[in-house]
């Protein structure tokens, strides 16, 4: 494996550090205008998407987090009447977690919002350059998820 001089290291941690930044202060003013604070944006879509419901372990393992992180997501969430909770018939330990009709109507605005945010974030570039910057990132995400799930995994067997 190459490794990269530390010139090329800095500006690939800069950029990368001012990327993300940059990307979450921006999708949160977009997300403002919605009611809502990042990550509430991906929690609802995917509620959206189970017509019947979801419990909170499953939209926990879903977005690959604890169920109390989904929990406190959730509490903050509440009070937009986007979704009921329901006990679950063959468990009443459990709630499902269903969109309402206030919610389903926020789900357009929300995927208008990523959209808008690709379109601003990507500019003028052509479908090849779009694949190319995807691509790239895509493999990096793919890598730097391999990375932490050894060292999660390997931190669990110490």
Known sequence: MMLVDSGEAMRVN???NKLG???RAAKARKLAALGLHPGQDVLLWILAQERDGITVSQLAARLG???PTVTRSLARLEGGGWFRREPVP???RQVRIVVTDAGHRLVPAIERAWAELAEETLGPADDEEREIVLTALERASDRLRGLVEDSERILAEE
Request: without cysteine; proline residues 8%; positive net charge.
């Open 90 to 92: 063959a468990d009443r």
């Open 65 to 67: 987090i604890e169920p």
């Open 21 to 23: 930044k940059l990307y």
């Open 14 to 16: 800069r950029a990368l």
